[in-house]
């Protein structure tokens, strides 16, 4: 069954980044863009962006352009989300979330979800 | 971008009793609508994907319907298990969007 396995929490400092992953398994890695949301405590969810993992193409939220960088991995089917010059309010889980078919745009599979704390 | 509305922010519910919940978008998303639940700790799930499409595994107690802006989320007879968050998404349009959610909470 579709897996995806994200890696653990951070905590970064104000102006920091942070490198996300997350690992699929279960299915054919390079068949499915994987995207990701966030969710800041207590508050909804957030779209970010998504990755092609064959090609390496990627679409980011406007609200993202500039500071995120999304990549892959294909020999260890994983990918990864990197955010740049953090703030308070990057505090947020973020999940991987592949959706339920390709090209489709909602989602059926999802990480564990990574919590990334800023805090000075 | 697409803005989705949900409401009400929270609903009391008996178990046992059915809860309507609904969602807005700003524009029309066609039937490019899912529903997901989601409980403490853990991830979303989909429950329903084209508006009225019910995911694998998800009970006939719930149900979506709704086209253009306007979309339900049903859910009959409660069940404990069902006392979560419920967010609609909509998958028209980039960036993908979501409402900020409904909690269903026991009355």
Redesign the interface.
């Known amino acids: 069954q579709v897996q995806l396995d994200q890696s653990g929490a951070e905590v970064r400092k104000p102006g920091a980044s942070v490198k996300v992953s997350c690992k699929a398994s279960g299915y054919t890695f390079t068949d499915y863009y994987m995207?990701w949301v966030r969710q800041a405590p207590g508050q909804?969810?957030?779209?970010m962006?998504m990755i092609n993992p064959g090609g390496g193409r990627t679409?980011y939220?406007?609200?993202f352009q500039g500071r995120v960088s999304m990549t892959s991995d294909t020999s260890t089917s994983t990918v990864y989300l990197e955010l740049n010059s953090l703030t308070s309010e990057d505090t947020a889980v973020y999940?991987c979330?592949r959706p339920?078919s390709s090209g489709?745009?909602?989602?059926?599979s999802?990480?564990?979800?990574t919590l990334v704390t800023v805090s000075s | 971008?697409i803005v989705m509305t949900q409401s009400p922010a929270t609903l009391s519910v008996s178990p046992g009793e059915s809860a309507t919940l609904s969602c807005r978008a700003s524009q029309t998303v066609f039937t490019?609508l899912?529903w997901?639940q989601q409980k403490p700790g853990q991830?979303?799930?989909?429950l329903i994907?084209g508006a009225s499409t019910r995911?694998?595994g998800i009970p006939a107690r719930f149900s979506g319907s709704g086209s253009g802006t306007e979309f339900t989320l049903t859910i009959s007879s409660l069940q404990s298990e069902d006392f979560a968050l419920y967010?609609c998404?909509q998958?028209?349009n980039?960036?993908?969007?979501?409402?900020?959610?409904t909690k269903v909470e026991i009355k």
Do not use: I, S
């Open positions: 995207n909804g969810l957030e779209w962006g679409t939220a406007q609200k999940y979330a339920f489709w745009g909602f989602f059926d999802w990480g564990q979800g | 971008e490019n899912a997901y991830a979303p799930r989909l994907y995911a694998t967010y998404q998958y028209h980039w960036p993908r969007t979501f409402g900020q959610g």
